[in-house]
């Protein structure tokens, strides 16, 4: 590429002289400019390779790596990772940018993975390196809808009538995420268990057509998304692996199964500007005051 570009010079010499343009800047003043500005660049672009953090994700731990100047740092061990927090503000959320607040076991600080695309999707990426839960943790054996139905509601069983469809008063009504998200806390914080959605009170099937018919997307998929983006909102795109979402049909009707894991660290529910930490007691799920959630975290998260 050298003498093919050293072969065009002379040429490009007589067309910028025959030009005329050599009476305001002389072509070997041009030459050094642009050879400068290309040395320039490259400088640049070395000094950017070489400053800027690179974070390399591995089975074992997580790595900080800035040149060859400085040794590879450990920021995190990953099957010491208690805790994964997506952190972005509203220009990050446009252009999916964020922080990943990393939190582990028995270290005194968070670590931090900064600045960086698609936070979200990395933060999945690592939560799938971390090894099976214990037994505690582990998926609770999934019992058939229609069984789950027949028992009723209970300790670890609730029913929710829609996800956004107010059928009181026949309107879409957001704020109905809220208590399908509360149990959902509920359960983390506590044993575990099923919400189905599309189950009457009463135990009664209703489906899931009320809410197709008002989402963009029409289908499961569509209700997934939506069920997604609450999700993330309310409760943390962090805690959303302990969750296994499901579609199954009872008595010709589809409804959706979701299926929660105990967390292993705190969950807690965003709604109306503050959070609130709530347990599954008996049949329902109950806020904690300040105190009483303190002492429950404390005993139940020691580890």
Not at 215 to 227: A, H, I, L, R, Y
Request: net charge neutral; hydrophobic share 40%; aromatic share 10%.
């Amino acid at each position: 590429l050298l003498p093919f570009l050293l072969t065009l010079l002379p040429n490009l010499r007589q067309s910028y002289e025959g030009a005329g343009l050599a009476a305001t800047v002389s072509y070997n003043l041009l030459v050094a400019i642009g050879m400068t500005t290309i040395q320039v660049l490259i400088i640049g672009i070395s000094f950017v390779a070489w400053y800027f953090p690179v974070y390399q994700i591995q089975r074992e731990r997580i790595l900080l790596r800035r040149s060859n100047l400085f040794e590879d740092k450990v920021i995190a061990e990953t099957q010491k990772i208690s805790g994964i927090e997506v952190q972005q503000g509203r220009l990050g959320q446009r252009l999916d940018y964020g922080t990943l607040i990393i939190n582990s076991k028995g270290a005194e600080e968070s670590a931090y993975i900064k600045d960086i695309s698609n936070p979200a999707t990395h933060a999945r990426m690592i939560e799938d390196l971390i090894e099976p839960e214990t037994a505690e943790h582990a998926p609770p054996e999934q019992k058939p809808a229609a069984e789950l139905i027949a028992a009723g509601e209970g300790q670890r069983i609730e029913f929710k009538s829609s996800l956004m469809w107010d059928y009181r008063r026949q309107v879409v009504n957001k704020a109905l995420y809220e208590p399908v998200m509360k149990n959902l806390v509920g359960f983390m914080n506590s044993t575990g268990g099923t919400l189905l959605i599309g189950i009457g009170d009463d135990g009664a099937v209703l489906g899931l057509e009320a809410d197709y018919q008002v989402m963009k997307k029409p289908d499961s998929d569509g209700f997934e998304n939506v069920f997604n983006m609450a999700f993330n909102k309310m409760i943390g795109v962090e805690y959303r692996r302990f969750v296994d979402v499901a579609f199954p049909q009872v008595e010709g009707k589809e409804i959706c199964a979701v299926s929660v894991r105990p967390a292993t660290w705190p969950a807690y529910l965003r709604a109306k500007g503050s959070e609130a930490f709530y347990v599954r007691a008996g049949n329902a799920s109950q806020p904690l005051t300040v105190s009483q959630a303190a002492r429950y975290i404390q005993d139940k998260f020691k580890d």
